[in-house]
């Protein structure tokens, strides 16, 4: 065990004038299995790099670890996956890496070309290796390529290490893994004890107990300024009599008189220093209150019932079949997620439903007529600046800007470079854009990869509240959970279609 010791870390991108961090002082342990939340833009992906030397910075971070961040580059990638992962880790000896396979269910990839294994595939494979260096591991986002039941398994063989340090926004996937948070909040970085679940729980209690504080400061500062007004007014008249020639024909008593105003004007001094001992400790609460506005979504209704309709379809990559013949139906005001492995074939029936040219058999049917929005599993398709971007969708800019607003865009990330947005901010231009289009249909394609938990619930709010007609892949338990009327399995094997209740 040790500590890692970050003392006055200070930080601001080169060509930018607003710092990611500022005098940040933290003690971490690298026996923790450590998971880092926090806002979209707010430098969880920086503090990794960082810790991994990637930056020059003001302030100390001791010891200097021997650190390794993931995803890790690889060069070479048409070799087998052994030989791959040797050179990741030199010292591993062969029944290392199938011992570490085995707890990842993927020891069979080992002799298979690593180009050929999937995303997923291929992250599982770079976690072993990783894992046997024996190094301080910076794991950023590693469950962006992982379906359901890979996001499961890596969370198990993380639970089984320690030693690392993980960014994601999966909330399951924490709370399965981690014992504590690190919270990278609006105005510092706290660490806390437990897993996902508890750290939330704490810090809703927390932002409702500032909340109803600083409603009752405000309502004891409106008090307190009306009675230092009336006081203040009643010393002043007080003074004044003082002056006044004669008072019912006799000449006032000024000793008595002043000494009355200075009475009343200590009272006044009193309320003036309450007012702004409440206005001081105002100030001090709700520095890390998050917000997350409503948003809204006008989709357009379908004229028929059924949109879409896939009787014995089975997909193909080349020549290749990839499902046995698929059965469902869309129906209006559904929201069908699309669940399976990796490679099972769930982005390609998107795409076939977008009017892709993709080899199928079966008949596949959609209504005529149909406006779709969509919303690609990458941010490739975002380049250049967010008005040529709005252009390019058709959209309008300003209500497309609102929306950015609304998903925790702050001032200053509008003036920034779209090349230095992070990539969940790249995210959810994608999803602003969409969100921006009156559709009949959604497709919507892992739409939460590098997503903050903020932007994640505000989503689940909108679906569940104007219920657009979706069909849509996402491996966030809890989000599907929340959002799908009906879950399409789709395997190698079969793909049948069940109603979740």
């Given at each position: ?127 072993a290796a990783l894992f046997l260096r024996e190094e301080y591991l910076l794991i950023d986002e ?128 009193i309320t003036e220093a309450r007012q702004e001992k409440a206005i001081a400790e105002k100030s ?56 399976g492995k990796n490679g099972s074939g769930k982005s390609t029936l998107l795409k076939l439903v ?148």
């Amino acid at each position: 065990m040790s500590v890692i010791k970050i003392q006055n870390l200070s930080f601001t991108h080169e060509g930018s004038f607003v710092p990611v961090f500022e005098n940040v002082n933290l003690m971490l342990d690298t026996d923790w299995k450590l998971g880092v939340v926090g806002r979209n833009g707010r430098g969880k992906t920086t503090l990794l790099q960082l810790l991994a030397g990637k930056y020059e910075y003001r302030g100390s971070i001791t010891p200097k670890l021997s650190c390794t961040y993931f995803p890790f580059p690889v060069q070479g990638k048409d070799r087998l996956t052994i030989e791959v992962l040797q050179e990741v880790c030199s010292e591993a000896q062969e029944w290392e890496l199938l011992r570490e396979l085995s707890l990842l269910k993927a020891e069979d990839c080992l002799y298979l070309p690593f180009c050929s294994l999937s995303s997923g595939e291929q992250s599982k494979a770079l976690l072993a290796a990783l894992f046997l260096r024996e190094e301080y591991l910076l794991i950023d986002e590693p469950t962006n390529h992982l379906d359901t039941e890979g996001r499961q398994i890596v969370a198990s063989y993380l639970k089984r290490k320690k030693g690392f340090l993980l960014v994601s926004h999966d909330r399951a996937f924490l709370d399965d893994c981690v014992d504590h948070i690190l919270s990278i909040n609006k105005s510092n970085i706290e660490v806390q004890s437990g897993n996902f679940s508890s750290w939330f729980l704490n810090f809703e209690r927390t932002q409702a107990f500032e909340l109803s504080q600083s409603e009752k400061l405000k309502r004891e500062i409106s008090k307190l300024s009306e009675t230092s007004k009336r006081t203040t007014s009643w010393a002043n008249r007080a003074e004044e009599a003082k002056y006044n020639t004669k008072i019912g024909g006799l000449r006032p008593d000024r000793g008595y008189i002043g000494h009355k105003a200075a009475k009343v004007m200590k009272r006044a001094k009193i309320t003036e220093a309450r007012q702004e001992k409440a206005i001081a400790e105002k100030s001090s609460l709700l520095k890390n209150r998050e917000t997350s506005e409503s948003l809204k979504l006008f989709p357009l209704t379908p004229c028929k019932e059924r949109l879409l309709s896939l009787s014995d379809v089975a997909l193909f990559y080349g020549e290749r079949k990839i499902t046995t013949p698929l059965r469902f139906e869309l129906l209006r005001g559904e929201r069908v997620a699309l669940e399976g492995k990796n490679g099972s074939g769930k982005s390609t029936l998107l795409k076939l439903v977008l009017g892709k040219e993709i080899k199928h058999s079966g008949t596949f049917a959609l209504a005529s007529g149909l406006r779709i929005s969509y919303v690609p599993q990458t941010a490739e398709a975002f380049s250049g600046s967010l008005s040529a971007y709005a252009r390019e969708k058709e959209i309008d800019e300003t209500l497309f800007k609102a929306i950015l607003q609304k998903l925790g865009f702050e001032k200053e990330d509008f003036e920034r470079e779209p090349s230095r947005y992070s990539e969940g901010q790249k995210k959810k231009v994608l999803i602003a854009g969409s969100l921006c289009e009156r559709a009949h249909l959604y497709l919507w394609d892992e739409p939460l990869n590098y997503l903050d938990l903020y932007a994640r619930l505000q989503m689940e709010k909108l679906i569940v509240t104007y219920r657009p007609t979706m069909l849509f892949v996402e491996h966030d338990r809890a989000f599907q959970a929340a959002v799908a009327t009906k879950v399409v399995r789709l395997t190698k094997e079969s793909a049948n279609a069940t109603i979740e209740p």
